[in-house]
């Protein structure tokens, strides 16, 4: 029986092996606003909490879009699974262009559940400032200029999800654009 005990306790220990941490935030706060034009210091608002987080422009007419459908398969295979006590996060690296209204009508045309999921953004600076620090590269493209004389540019930017624990810890990285929901699911189940 005790051996029993030891296999299970050791099993349980190397469990949460699998995921070691890849990154934090280095004691770093950031004054940031939610969709709801709330200022919120980020990463302290997602403290005790497990997170899922991807990088996004709302202008993007690929990656952003599949990342961000992926985001809502999770929520949807968490909150089905009765899974709690995660928080999904959606920075734009475009701020200039992504007020929190612009971020409020992307969540309602993409018919986001925003009950555990925040879009963020904030002063340029400041989210270059994160987006650097997690390795996220996100550099202006080409851009199209309509009759009318408004003007869309897109980026080439890093396309990822990623999931940190409740320490604020970055456990794992995955590519949003085709992530495997049963792995990320079988992740967080791993950190709670």
Same mark, same amino acid.
């Given at each position: 029986?005790?051996?029993?005990?030891? %296999? =299970?306790? @050791? *099993? &349980?220990?190397?469990?949460?092996?699998?995921?070691? $941490?890849?990154?934090? #935030?280095?004691?770093? +706060?950031?004054?940031?606003?939610?969709?709801?034009?709330?200022?919120?210091?980020?990463?302290?608002?997602?403290?005790?909490?497990?997170?899922?987080?991807?990088?996004?422009?709302?202008?993007?007419?690929?990656?952003?879009?599949?990342?961000?459908?992926?985001?809502?398969?999770?929520?949807?295979?968490?909150?089905?699974?009765?899974?709690?006590?995660?928080? %999904? =996060?959606? @920075? *734009? &690296?475009?701020?200039?262009?992504?007020?929190?209204? $612009?971020?409020?009508? #992307?969540?309602?045309? +993409?018919?986001?559940?925003?009950?555990?999921?925040?879009?963020?953004?904030?002063?340029?600076?400041?989210?270059?400032?994160?987006?650097?620090?997690?390795?996220?590269?996100?550099?202006?493209?080409?851009?199209?200029?309509?009759?009318?004389?408004?003007?869309?540019?897109?980026?080439?930017?890093?396309?990822?999800?990623?999931?940190?624990?409740?320490?604020?810890?970055?456990?794992?990285?995955?590519?949003?654009?085709?992530?495997?929901?049963?792995?990320?699911?079988?992740?967080?189940?791993?950190?709670?």
């Amino acid at each position: 029986m005790k051996r029993l005990l030891l %296999f =299970v306790l @050791l *099993s &349980f220990s190397a469990c949460k092996e699998k995921l070691p $941490v890849v990154d934090d #935030f280095g004691g770093a +706060h950031y004054n940031l606003v939610n969709q709801n034009n709330q200022q919120v210091l980020f990463p302290d608002i997602l403290k005790g909490k497990i997170v899922v987080m991807n990088y996004i422009f709302t202008n993007c007419p690929d990656i952003c879009p599949l990342s961000t459908n992926n985001m809502r398969l999770i929520q949807q295979r968490l909150k089905k699974e009765k899974i709690e006590n995660v928080q %999904f =996060v959606s @920075l *734009s &690296f475009d701020p200039e262009f992504d007020t929190p209204a $612009v971020l409020t009508k #992307f969540a309602e045309i +993409h018919s986001l559940d925003l009950s555990n999921w925040m879009f963020l953004t904030g002063n340029k600076s400041v989210t270059d400032a994160i987006i650097k620090k997690v390795g996220v590269l996100a550099v202006p493209n080409d851009s199209t200029v309509f009759k009318d004389g408004r003007k869309i540019y897109y980026y080439v930017h890093t396309d990822r999800i990623q999931l940190s624990d409740a320490d604020g810890k970055i456990r794992k990285n995955y590519k949003g654009s085709t992530i495997n929901v049963d792995e990320i699911v079988g992740d967080i189940k791993n950190l709670l």
